[in-house]
């Protein structure tokens, strides 16, 4: 396997491990505070927001272009998470379900269209990805996290 098939295979395994954690759920408990006062509905809508941000920036390297995201301001990750809640906090179940299968496909798609080289160690795009991997992770955490203490 190549360089990025197992970098795709890896964004995939965690997002199946994300999937995983939320499956069986019900919609009651899907809605209900669960990290912090975010449900996993709005773990939904915040995944999905992240690789909906992600994508302009992948296409822009697919056309030569500086990324936007490269010069994002880590510090005020918290303060763009709440911006970005807020708008999608009215969002239905079947919607942040939908929202986060078109923005991870969407992503992939772009990736797709990338030269190998745009996913070389140290490019945005690869970073970009294993961003995603990792935001994966921390939230399918978290969902585990919760649905331990709630007996789930």
């Avoid at 019900?26 to 909906?52: F, N």
């Avoid at 303060?79 to 999608?88: D, G, K, Q, V």
């Avoid at 919607?95 to 080289?117: F, M, N, T, V, Y």
Wanted: aromatic fraction near 6%.
């Amino acid at each position: 396997m190549g360089e990025r098939e197992q970098l795709l295979a890896r964004v995939e395994e965690v997002r199946r491990g994300f999937l995983s954690a939320v499956e069986e759920l019900t919609e009651e408990q899907m809605k209900r505070p669960a990290v912090g006062e975010w449900s996993i509905k709005d773990l939904l809508c915040h995944v999905a927001s992240y690789e909906e941000m992600a994508l302009p920036d992948i296409q822009r390297v697919a056309r030569g272009d500086a990324p936007a995201l490269a010069t994002f301001d880590l510090k005020r990750v918290d303060e763009y998470n709440a911006m970005i809640m807020s708008l999608r906090r009215h969002f239905s179940l079947e919607q942040a379900w939908r929202e986060l299968d078109i923005s991870r496909r969407s992503l992939l798609e772009a990736i797709g269209r990338l030269p190998d080289s745009a996913l070389a160690e140290g490019q945005f795009a690869r970073g970009m990805l294993q961003i995603c991997a990792y935001h994966d992770t921390e939230h399918t955490e978290d969902v585990q996290a919760w649905r331990k203490r709630e007996g789930l």
